[in-house]
């Protein structure tokens, strides 16, 4: 016998209207598990319950065998079933299965002792699972309500995966702060937007907990295991683990010396962390790691192997800043992160038949087209079931709050090695059942194993060196900072920060002192370069001083679209600022936003009413908080640390009248040196320059020689179609890349390089360009385009690891020039290095110093100046910056 859940009652009660909604609905045949830490915990519900049945006048069973207290309120009538779970298995569940076939339909509630006493009377877990795989079908064909506790965290998979799989609603019980949340786990055959997300139970009112600041401090204040390490897994991975945890606890016993733990703390650190005792990371993982840090980490792993650069470098800078300034760890959102260990990238390549080929084609000619094959198999590979599963329990503890799935590789984040967007990032929206929300987190990890074959990736690791070196991928799976706006989620800002700013557009601007720069909702808007919009860059010891001037030019270099997960479309998408502001309620405005009141008078003398004048310039934020400051000191401690400048990635989140900063990323800023100035060449004939530049100019102040000049016709460039644009993009990574090789190549075109928009530049990829020593943007593709190298942003960083100057050119401004007519003028030497594409000179000019009839190409650059300057000479020496 068994119901369609269609015909069956859904006006059923838990005897709490509110949870009832967020559930949408008790049916007749639910059987529904609460798992908690202690029976207490249970006790408000089991009374709600049996009050209902009372009220209702429903008919109430009650199985008693636990030696806990009885469950059901004094006074309140009942059936009880005084039952001996000692007498044996067969024995006790034919009793149960009796008492309901005797009381039959119409809709019986039931009402369980702990369902942990059983497994205890039959020393067995798993035949507690074989009791609820029995009882809980029969009483669904009843048609009953069952209500059951467990036990958190003191059976095995034998048990909790038999009930799990078996109930229709299984929920997470959890007290913090002498309050009751509720995490619903499973709901069967229902679903809403907040299903799955923690819930708050105060009085009458059962209300979704919607904040990440709030979330993750709540589930990182309940101690528990949250990855399944249970006695079925007693590898050496865990055994190392175990007796690590033994050792702490003895110590914090005060049975142990402090100084027996020094042997498990190493250990664990070349485990989890890094095994290169020669690296500096090594040092400051030894330098900052207690003990007690690891066995977290631990927790919170899915496999075994390194967590990777990514993970190391955002645990080392919160424990950089907790460890040494505990002012400002107060500051700090609690991160609940959960890390995916590089063996179990190992195992997918194995278990996908992958690995062999990943082996041989290091070292074979045809790479890219391996690679290419291979991309393809592992997006459509198998996980083992072991992983599976504690992918499940992840998305269990992070419920219906969004997660982003982010790369860690062994060499990302390093020193001298950044990797800065060459493997994928990927946001889940976390929407659906259990089972969607599973197939999109499995689809998220393929996406970033197969990003490990990227073009540019091992584009990348050739030109570093880097392409025999071990690259595994482990994953670090973060809760997106935010809140929930409506259908929208996203924090209130997002940004990048460095330690030390190579962008000192004002001499009064002291580079040491950092820079930021900062978006309205999800961060990628900072570190994905977006040629069709501007963010705010913050110069931290001069924070409202801007580059832009008048407030028509801060409107129009202003952040215009925001980066959202839309719940509704379950994706990361982009979203006009107005609209995404008209959708959400108790925003901060005042923080992130100031009025343009120029345009709200041209409104009203134009006779316009509501007028959107909202412009995002984070003023309230830099002047009216401490962030500013906080934030620099942030950076500076960390870099002090590392003895290096950093860089690093967060968002804030205001509540309560405060804000909070969730440090997300930490690596080093491979920018070297310091800004200084440079004496500039005098007496340059004004006939030969090449161009100049009043800024931007960022890099470091140089005077050198330049052997190649590689120059796009920026009005024979604007006449392609988009098709040829991208043609000739391959086009000038042949010239960049050809063997005979330039050491200095000062590479100009018109608008963005490497934007994905042709018709606002020049869409090269980095391996394209990667030769080149000074990139120069001319602002001629329309007139709203600012040459703008969007610091922050993974393409800046690329800049930075080559270590290319970057030097911007407005035309028409004061201290800017284009010298168009020398830069055609001097012989093109396209047709002699690829000859088939002598008819393409008109739009592409390649000038070499060896056809220059003994004249020399200089450039000359001051960082604090902002100014630089590219000229043919006479000369054969200038002033050299030493």
Not at 557 to 570: G, K, M, P, R, W
């Amino acid at each position: 016998m068994r119901t369609n859940h269609m015909a069956k009652r859904k006006d059923l009660s838990s005897g709490i209207p509110a949870l009832d909604r967020v559930l949408e609905g008790v049916w007749a045949g639910d059987n529904i598990v609460l798992q908690v830490d202690d029976i207490a915990d249970f006790l408000p519900f089991a009374h709600r319950y049996c009050e209902y049945t009372h009220t209702a006048g429903r008919k109430l069973v009650y199985f008693r065998f636990a030696d806990h207290e009885p469950l059901l309120p004094e006074g309140l009538p009942a059936e009880i079933h005084a039952l001996d779970p000692s007498a044996g298995f067969e024995g006790f569940i034919a009793e149960v299965l009796t008492v309901i076939d005797r009381n039959g339909h119409d809709a019986v509630y039931y009402l369980f002792d702990s369902l942990s006493g059983l497994a205890v009377d039959w020393y067995s877990d798993r035949m507690l699972g074989n009791f609820f795989r029995l009882t809980c079908p029969y009483l669904f064909d009843y048609d009953t309500v069952a209500l059951f506790p467990l036990l958190r965290n003191v059976h095995t998979p034998l048990a909790t995966r038999a009930i799990h799989t078996t109930a229709q609603v299984v929920l997470d019980i959890f007290r913090h702060d002498n309050e009751l949340y509720i995490l619903p786990l499973k709901v069967w055959e229902r679903r809403s937007p907040t299903m799955y997300m923690l819930h708050s139970w105060r009085g009458d009112e059962v209300r979704p907990v919607t904040q990440s600041v709030e979330l993750a401090e709540i589930r990182t204040s309940i101690a528990q295991p949250w990855i399944d390490t249970s006695i079925e897994w007693q590898d050496p991975w865990t055994n190392a683990f175990a007796e690590a945890r033994a050792v702490q606890q003895r110590i914090d016993a005060g049975e142990a010396d402090p100084a027996e733990a020094e042997p498990h703390r190493l250990r664990l650190i070349r485990m989890v962390l890094s095994r290169d005792e020669t690296d500096d990371v090594f040092g400051l993982c030894v330098d900052h790691f207690e003990l007690r840090d690891l066995l977290d980490i631990g927790k919170r792993m899915v496999g075994t192997g390194q967590i990777g650069g990514k993970s190391v470098g955002m645990l080392l800078a919160r424990k950089i800043i907790t460890g040494t300034r505990p002012d400002l760890a107060k500051r700090l959102e609690v991160h609940d992160s959960f890390y995916v260990g590089a063996d179990v990238f190992y195992s997918y390549l194995v278990l996908n038949d992958c690995w062999w080929e990943r082996y041989h084609m290091r070292t074979a000619d045809d790479l890219f087209e391996r690679a290419e094959a291979l991309e393809a198999r592992l997006r459509t590979g198998t996980m083992p079931p072991v992983v599976l599963d504690q992918f499940r329990q992840i998305l269990e503890y992070f419920g219906q709050s969004p997660v982003i799935v982010r790369s860690s590789s062994l060499l990302e984040d390093a020193y001298g090695n950044s990797f800065s967007g060459k493997y994928e990032s990927v946001f889940c929206g976390n929407q659906g059942n259990p089972e969607e929300r599973l197939a999109d987190f499995i689809e998220a990890v393929r996406t970033i194993y197969a990003s490990t074959m990227s073009q540019e990736a091992l584009a990348y690791r050739l030109h570093r060196g880097l392409i025999h070196r071990d690259e595994q991928m482990a994953l670090l799976v973060q809760r997106v900072s935010g809140d929930f706006h409506g259908s929208q989620y996203y924090p209130h800002v997002g940004g990048v920060g460095y330690s030390f700013n190579p962008y000192a557009w004002d001499t009064r601007i002291d580079p040491k002192q950092g820079m930021l720069r900062l978006v309205f909702g999800l961060g990628t808007r900072a570190v994905d370069r977006h040629d069709d919009d501007y963010t705010r860059v913050v110069a931290l010891d001069q924070p409202t001083l801007r580059p832009e001037g008048s407030s028509d030019e801060v409107r129009k270099y202003s952040q215009h679209i925001v980066n959202v997960i839309d719940l509704a479309e379950n994706a990361h998408v982009s979203r006009d600022f107005e609209q995404v502001v008209s959708a959400s309620d108790d925003l901060p405005l005042a923080m992130v936003a100031s009025r343009d009141t120029a345009l709200e008078q041209r409104a009203r003398e134009a006779g316009m009413r509501d007028v959107f004048s909202q412009v995002l310039t984070f003023d309230g934020m830099l002047t009216q908080t401490a962030f500013p400051h906080e934030m620099r000191e942030m950076m500076a401690t960390i870099a002090g640390a590392y003895r290096h400048p950093v860089d690093i990635e967060f968002t804030v989140n205001f509540t309560n009248g405060d804000y909070r900063v969730n440090l997300l990323q930490c690596r080093p800023f491979h920018f070297t040196g310091e800004l200084t100035h440079l004496p500039a060449p005098a007496d340059i004939p004004p006939a030969t320059i090449l161009l100049t530049s009043g800024g931007p100019v960022i890099g470091q102040s140089v005077a050198t020689e330049i052997d190649r000049v590689v120059y796009v016709v920026p009005e024979e460039y604007g006449m392609l179609p988009t098709q040829e644009r991208f043609a000739l993009a391959a086009l000038v990574g042949r010239v960049m890349n050809h063997p005979e090789r330039a050491e200095h190549i000062a590479l100009i075109g018109p608008g963005r390089w490497g934007t994905c928009m042709p018709e606002l530049g020049v869409p090269a990829t980095l391996s394209q360009i990667r030769n080149a020593a000074v990139l120069c943007e001319v602002a001629e593709m329309h007139g709203g385009l600012s040459p703008d190298l969007s610091l922050g942003t993974h393409f800046f960083n690329d800049l930075v690891d080559l270590g290319i100057l970057y030097v911007g050119i407005k035309p028409g401004a004061r201290d800017s020039l284009l010298n168009a007519d020398l830069l055609q003028g001097l012989p093109n030497a396209l047709g002699r290095l690829l000859p088939a594409e002598a008819d393409r000179g008109d739009l592409l000019r390649v000038i070499d110093v060896a056809d220059l009839d003994g004249r020399s190409m200089w450039l000359w650059s001051d960082a604090l100046e902002q100014r630089a300057v590219l000229f043919v000479s006479d000369r054969c020496e200038i002033v050299r910056c030493d």
